[in-house]
């Protein structure tokens, strides 16, 4: 009897703590509740740019529902899209290596490219300068000067 | 020789360079330094004609320009104090100062915002020998450390804070 009374003591008191725990988890201030969200969407953004991912629509999507927080402190729309932000992060962030080295790829691809063109001119130039220089003089007669 | 060897060369050289400054800007290479800066503008969001003397317990529209080159998206805050001329804060430390009002937003690299705040301006018992500093500071979350990070810059407008007779 005696038992079964401290266990539920022990129960109760524990659910309290509990409980407590929750309530001082949610009674922050609305607006660390603001940079605890966000802070994760940052951290987000930061690695998609990184990537060479284009987030600016994301920023300024992120910006307005903090505005509109700021204003109107747990707003559910701003907090729901801030929500569906952090989604269409994650099925960003699947792609952004893909993207990264395509984008990397095709940098250092054109930049070969680039660095060839001054062998190629090295090589071409006096060639096609002959070409042109004989072309154009192709009906001259030689005569020799007496 | 048909093709002057003088002027091949001068060629070639032209050739390189443009080569070289090609690579460059596709590599991006760059050792830029990454900053942020604030700016206090008047309620046109136009520098200059700042009030000088405010009536205490009313409110007044000033212009916040903030401005990211961190080479990264940012957090930022822009943290509203009140004090006197030695509670100005340093490049190293903030005001010590309480906060009265703060505004947030979220920048992209190399892009600003300007915008509309209104501020009040309580009464205070004590007065800072009519040389009341409005203190804005910049504040940047750091994603790393979970933490809001001062920037080290700061602007100030000094006005004289009128008592309601």
Known sequence: MIRTFLYLLMLTLSLTIIHQMIILAYSGDSMSEIDSLVSTIMKDLEYLESREVNVSSLIHRVNEDIKGLEKDPGNATYIKDLESIREEIKALKSDAENIYIINNIIRYSTAVGIGLVPVAVYILLPRIYLYIWYRTRRRWIVQVRK | ?165
């Open chain 2, 1 to 165: 020789m048909i093709l002057d060897e003088e002027v091949f060369a001068v060629l070639m050289a032209v050739v390189i360079i443009g080569s070289v400054l090609g690579i460059v800007n596709i590599i991006h290479i760059s050792s830029g330094e990454s900053f942020t800066a604030i700016g206090l503008l008047n309620e046109d969001c136009k520098i200059g004609t700042y009030p000088k003397q405010v009536l205490e317990n009313t409110n007044i529209t000033l212009c916040i320009y903030v401005y990211n080159h961190m080479g990264r998206p940012v957090y930022y805050k822009v943290v509203y104090k009140i004090g006197g001329e030695k509670d100005l804060p340093t490049n190293t430390s903030p005001s010590s100062m309480p906060e009265v009002m703060s505004w947030r937003g979220v920048l992209d690299n190399d892009e600003n915002h300007t915008f509309k705040i209104l501020i009040p301006i309580p009464s205070y018992e004590k007065s800072f020998d009519n040389k009341t500093a409005l203190i804005f500071e910049l504040w940047i979350y750091d994603t790393s450390s979970d933490k809001w990070v001062y920037t080290g810059e700061w602007v100030h407008l000094y006005i004289q804070v009128l008592k309601r007779s």
